[in-house]
């Protein structure tokens, strides 16, 4: 009938009309490969920067925290309590605020009941303490043995380099590691000397990654002249 033969011309036309146009979809939708995106060079953070970077999405301040497995940062008050200390299985102890005038004023004495291996810091928390003298040593004890009590400053500072020299992290990595785990509050002369452990541990670094390079193509081009 004349309905019917409407429809079939309709449905073949469609039809057609159909492939047509997923032919031209298909074409039109190939994925092309992105063009690689551009590699941004990491850059030691000013002062300032870092001071931003430091207070931005940190956690509450509380005695005591695991900052690493089997690594703790506390406070005086936590340092103190040994029966915690034990409760939670220390067995080295860095004081990152030996001393007698605004310290934690602890020494080895202090916890010779318990078999723990102890290190102490004489450190000053204010901006004009040479904290970094103590970066390499206080990295090799931790790296060795993984505790620490003490302070929101000087232990803090002493465990973001551990990271940094031990951990291979940048010092902006260290400190988002640490500040999601325990509040931290570094003064602004450690954090200067923290920014400057960054750029000698990149510069080293660098120094590392150019020689292996030059020592590829020196054997490379042994090899092509053999």
Same mark, same amino acid.
């Given at each position: 009938?004349?309905? =019917? ?7 073949i036309n ?75 299985g220390m ?33 000053? +928390? ?62 602004? =002369? ?24 030059? =020592?590829?193509?020196? +054997? ?7």
């Open positions: 009938s004349y309905n =019917g033969e409407l429809k079939t011309s309709i449905v469609m039809a057609s009309h159909s492939s047509k146009r997923c032919a031209t979809v298909k074409k039109k939708f190939v994925p092309k490969t992105k063009p690689p995106e551009p590699v941004v060079e990491y850059v030691t953070p000013g002062g300032y920067e870092l001071e931003k970077i430091l207070n931005r999405d940190c956690m509450e301040y509380t005695h005591i925290n695991q900052v690493w497995p089997n690594v703790w940062i506390g406070d005086e008050e936590s340092a103190k309590d040994k029966y915690h200390l034990k409760k939670l067995t080295h102890i860095l004081n990152a605020a030996e001393g007698t005038w605004n310290n934690v004023d602890t020494g080895a004495e202090y916890y010779s009941d318990m078999d723990v291996v102890y290190y102490g810091v004489v450190a000053e +928390d204010t901006p004009t303490f040479d904290l970094s003298q103590y970066f390499f040593s206080a990295a090799q004890f931790i790296d060795q043995t993984l505790n620490i009590p003490e302070s929101k400053s000087r232990s803090a500072t002493l465990f973001l380099a551990y990271l940094m020299i031990c951990k291979n992290m940048t010092v902006v990595d260290a400190v988002d590691h640490v500040k999601r785990r325990r509040r931290i509050i570094p003064n602004w =002369g450690f954090l200067k000397q923290l920014r400057q452990l960054d750029t000698y541990l990149l510069e080293q670094r660098d120094e590392v990654t150019t020689d292996k390079g030059k =020592g590829e193509k020196k +054997d490379k081009e042994s090899e092509e002249d053999e």
